[in-house]
């Protein structure tokens, strides 16, 4: 007699430990293709899972085989056309016109995967040189409050709801009490029916059977009554509640860049990195996360992030265009108190020298009062100019202004010290 | 067909749910009509799987236990992406051989793929697995779960004694080499596992104690040159290179001596697999078909069920011709599944052509003679032997020749009367292991000198090496410990071309 197992429950990831060690012993191939796609993706899906790619020939397991060459006799199915003695021209590789040579041939197809939303973030904070509560903290989902949401059927005796239950019990000894309560009406009215007739005739043996019967299936009638339980486990309810996700607050995030000649793309890899780990802190922390792009050079437009990324301009800078551009649109469109505003600003350090004071002026006067943090990098500056300078003054009056000169991408983390600092101590 | 044996019966389930008490009543079914073929089979074992369950069994070869190895990873990714996006649906059946032999059912299929498998794996492959002379000789499925337990034990046991990345270098060594951990004519000694951990410590030992004694012999005056020569060692090229690693390697520790085996008797196991996919399938497929359709004919499965079944059938010996986009090699289960049918075609009504070819088969009863061919032949020898002009005529084949040295293919024989023998021959040789792989072997050790491993490589009709002997030399000299040369000779014993890898650094090799 064979045995029929039921393994549906077993474990399923068997192979987890082969798939760690697999991404473990490429991890340099593998963080080459994070990186290639980093500068692809758009900063708001930067958290999803990843097809990686890796050229095939670098995973390879070698193997003594045969290579091209030499003589080789292939049977081959399904011939339409071929006579003994036919010459056919060498078909171009791949075409499996020599049986086996499409596998002995060069195969450079990349070995395509998909790492997993997790997997792809350590590999994204593997060059910041993130601190692990951060890790954990911008890896890890939304963190949950339960909240009530009804009632329902099943649940531990101590969510019990005693008003619904007794609600619930109340209505079903109603229900089945009713078939109960006609059929006694009946047969009491019979009951009372025949006895007056009774006490009119005569004595009727008949009769006196009747009202025995009678009699009898009242009382059984008033048993069964009776036997309806006063509360059932099918009368329970229990107060339901479901998890809900914590963050219930709205941010909208501006990301300033400097787009003159001297942007060039490591730099702007850098700015983006920037803005990617300011933004997966704020969909930390609140429910909806708007992005507004700014550029500027001397003029400052607002677009979308497929250009703000990609285009570049020529001629001088001018930052307070970008300043008053989000100041307007701060006015316009997240007036109400219940935005929160965050700013990253990524610049070379360039801007035309009168222009500095003026954005001091802008930022201390209209636009920190309404800001939560603001945060400024310098990427590779050739050195510090006049907007380092008044920015450091700004600096030094709010405390949620930090800035912070960039060299490499592990410099990044400093600039957000202290957002960072302050949710993780909460 | 055959009449039905039975009365007709009422059908044992309508539609594509399974439940288990179906899976069972369907089971007792086919194990009757299989009993009644004179199918002999290990007791069966059926478990019932998830979707993710079956891509774990799948990227570990099918092992139900299987040591830690990144290679595995790259087959689960590569097996998951590909499924994940549509492009191959998962294999409906796992087997292992073993005993009781394993089956796996994948939860996700309908009533009729369950007992499409049942019939496939759990009698056809298992009768296989029980009957075949190279699985009788070769594999002791008594042993092999434990075995594999043993082998995952012990290496996660040297994981943690000698680090993750030594275990890793040493497994990635042996299983370049994989192929050539083989004895192909000597009969192994059975596996089992309790035995195995008891010997394995003394074997520690003792290895260590007899590999010092091999290099003890200290020259004590030059030997003329021809002496040398004469005093190759080994005496005879060895073949198995595992195994002379494993035995004769100077410098490997107690440990990795005992991975070099693991893999290689792992090799051992698998390799009566690689030599008879084509009759394998071909007897499962073969025998899946003929007990539906007698379940058809019995009345135990509705026309729904027989449409579904023909169809699932159909798709897997389905052969698409050379020309078209699909093609990827003559499939085995087609070839395996018109052989089988035509042995038993040439059994019941041979035509003339069958008497000229198949005098001893032709009219004779089609169960002993199918049950001959399963239990006694390979691949190779199998269409050598029974491949018959009908099935060459039904399947279009022709040889092909490709030689470097000419500008064109040449189309050699087709499958008429003066082809016949000859793209037999051709396809017998492409399930020829020998042939496809390159012939290498352990020439010569110098003893005396800089204790390098030579190894040669026989040229099969002057086909070269492909371009990762350089990296598999690097695996070999890693595991020897000193310089491995590779040399390539023609079948005269000319040397042609030769390749050698130095050692790597000491501190790594260990």
Known sequence: MPQIIDRRLNGKNKSAVNRQRFIRRFREQIKRAVAGTISQRSIIDIESGEKINIPARDINEPRFRHGKGGERETVLPGNDAYIAGDRIKRPNEGDGGGGGASRDGEGTDDFVFTLTREEFMEFFFDDLALPNLIKTQLATNVEHK????????????????????????????????????????EAESELSAVSTQQSDEEENP??????????????????????????????LRYNNRIRQPRPTTRAVMFCLMDVSGSMDESRKDIAKRFFILLYLFLKRNYEHTEVVFIRHHTAAKEVEEEEFFRSRETGGTVVSSALELMQSIITKRYASSDWNIYAAQASDGDNWNDDSPHCRKLLTDAIMPRLQYYAYVEIKPDEHQSLWREYQQVAAQYR??????IDGLTDIYPVFHRLFRKKAAA | MNAPATTVRTPISHGSEWTFELIERYEREIAHIAASFGLDTYPNQIEVISAEQMMDAYSSVGMPIGYHHWSYGKQFLGVEQRYRRGHMGLAYEIVINSNPCIAYLMEENTMMMQALVIAHASYGHNSFFKGNYLFRTWTSADAIIDYLLFARNYIAGCE??????????????????????????????????????????EREERLQMQINDLWRTIPQFTLPEEARTTSRYPVEPQENLLYFIEKNAPLLRPWQREIVRIVRKLAQYF????????????????????????????????????????????????????????????????????MMSDIRRICEQPSAEDERWFPNIAGSSWQRTLDFAMRNFKDESFIAQYLSPKVMRDLKLFAVLDDDRSRKLEVTAIHDDAGYRQVRRALADHYNLGSNEPDIQVYDVNREGDRSLTLRHTQHRRRPLHGDVNEVLRHVARLWGFTVRLETVDGDGRALQSYSCDAPPRGQSS
């Open chain 2, 271 to 338: 390799y009566p697999q690689r030599q008879t996919q084509v009759m394998n399938e071909g007897w499962a497929t073969f025998w899946h078909y003929t007990i539906i359709n007698r379940m058809f004919d019995e009345g135990l499965v509705d026309d729904a069920f027989m449409l579904e079944f023909m169809h699932s059938h159909t798709n897997v010996i389905y052969q698409p011709p050379y020309s078209s986009a699909h093609y990827n090699g003559i499939n085995p289960y087609t070839l395996g599944f018109a």
């Open chain 1, 206 to 235: 008949s009769t006196e059977d009747n009202v025995r019967a009678l009699s009898a299936r009242v009382q059984s009638l008033r048993r069964g009554r009776q036997t309806i339980p006063f509360i059932d486990t099918l009368d």
């Open chain 1, 146 to 185: 339960l909240v009530r949401a009804g009632y329902s059927r099943d649940g531990i005796p101590a969510n019990i709801n005693v008003v619904r239950s007794l609600r619930e019990a109340l209505s079903r000894r109603i229900a089945l009490r009713a078939s109960y309560d006609r059929r006694l009406r």
């Open chain 1, 400 to 405: 949620n202004f930090a800035t912070q000169r």
């Open chain 2, 160 to 201: 943690r004694r000698h680090g993750e990345e030594a275990v890793e270098l040493m497994l990635d060594s042996c299983h370049a080499l994989m192929n050539y951990g083989v004895d192909r004519y000597k009969r192994p000694s059975p596996l089992s596992a309790r035995e195995e951990r008891q010997r394995q410590h």
